[in-house]
C-alpha cells in the first residue's frame, strides 16, 4: 500500500543532541513538507520541498536542516540550535507543490528532550 | 490576528447530532483541505474543494471563496468521529489550530 511512513514514533534525546527524523514516501510526489505541532497549537511549516535537491524554509526553520537527495524520502534534523525542539513533528506529501494537491500524512514522530 | 480562524475551538455533541464547523481566513486562496487529526496524532485528509459542495458519506464541506469561508458538516454524528479537525488554506501552506470534537454515545 502507498503511503508515508515516519520513524522513529516516539524519541527521547538529551539536551544538546542532534536528532534525524526519518521521512519516506511511496506515492510518487513531488512535493514533502515537515511540520511542527505543539500542544493547542496548529501546524507550523519547518521546511518543504517541490522537487530533488531543492528545498525551502517555513515559518520556523531555525534549528533545523533538511536534505532531499532522493524524491522518496525528506529527513529532517533537529539540530541542537534548536531552543525547544520537545514536539509532534508531521511529514506530509502532496502530488503538486502545496496548491492543489491532496495532502498525505505520516503518523508523526514525537521527540522529547531530556 | 490569525490568517485562519476556526469555530468553534471545542465542541460536544451527542450521537446522532449535525455537527458544523467553520473556518474563515483572512488571505486569498484557490482551494482549501479539511483534515481530520486522530487522537495518536495521526491526519488523514478528508477534503480539497476550491468551490461548491463536496460530499463523503455523513460528512460535507462547503466553501465561498469570496467570502473567505467554509464549512464541514457532520450528519449523524458517531464516537468514533471524536478528533480535531483543522482547516488549511493551500495556498499558503498554514492551518488552522483545529476544532477538538468529542461525541458521546
Known amino acids: 500500500d502507498g503511503g508515508i511512513t515516519q520513524s522513529p514514533k516516539y524519541l527521547f534525546r538529551k539536551e544538546g543532541q542532534n536528532v534525524t527524523l526519518s521521512c519516506e514516501q511511496n506515492?510518487?510526489?513531488?512535493?514533502m513538507y515537515w511540520y511542527r505541532q505543539d500542544p493547542g497549537q496548529g501546524l507550523r511549516l519547518i521546511y518543504y520541498?517541490?522537487?530533488?535537491?531543492?528545498?525551502q524554509k517555513g515559518d520556523i526553520a531555525e534549528g533545523y536542516s533538511v536534505s532531499r537527495e532522493k524524491k522518496e524520502s525528506f529527513p529532517l534534523t533537529v539540530t541542537s540550535a534548536q531552543k525547544n525542539p520537545t514536539a509532534f513533528y508531521l511529514c506530509?506529501?502532496?502530488?503538486?507543490?502545496?496548491?492543489?494537491?491532496?495532502?498525505?500524512f505520516g503518523e508523526g514522530s514525537r521527540l522529547t528532550v531530556l | 490576528k490569525n490568517e485562519v480562524e476556526q469555530s468553534p475551538q471545542n465542541l460536544t455533541a451527542q450521537e446522532g447530532e449535525f455537527i458544523t464547523i467553520n473556518c474563515s481566513y483572512s488571505?486569498?486562496?484557490?482551494?482549501l483541505h479539511w483534515l481530520q487529526q486522530h487522537p495518536g496524532g495521526g491526519i488523514v485528509s478528508l477534503f480539497m474543494?476550491?468551490?461548491g459542495k463536496k460530499k463523503h458519506g455523513r460528512l460535507i464541506a462547503t466553501i465561498n471563496i469570496q467570502e473567505k469561508h467554509s464549512s464541514l458538516h457532520i450528519t449523524a454524528s458517531h464516537p468514533r468521529d471524536s478528533a480535531v479537525y483543522i482547516c488549511?488554506?493551500?495556498?499558503?501552506?498554514?492551518f488552522g489550530t483545529g476544532t477538538r470534537l468529542q461525541v458521546f454515545p
Open positions: 520541498s517541490q522537487i530533488v535537491n531543492d528545498f
Open positions: 506515492l510518487n510526489h513531488d512535493a
Open positions: 488571505v486569498g486562496i484557490s482551494a
Open positions: 488549511a488554506p493551500t495556498d499558503k501552506l498554514i
Open positions: 506530509a506529501s502532496s502530488t503538486q507543490a502545496g496548491i492543489f494537491g491532496e495532502l498525505f
Open positions: 474543494l476550491s468551490s
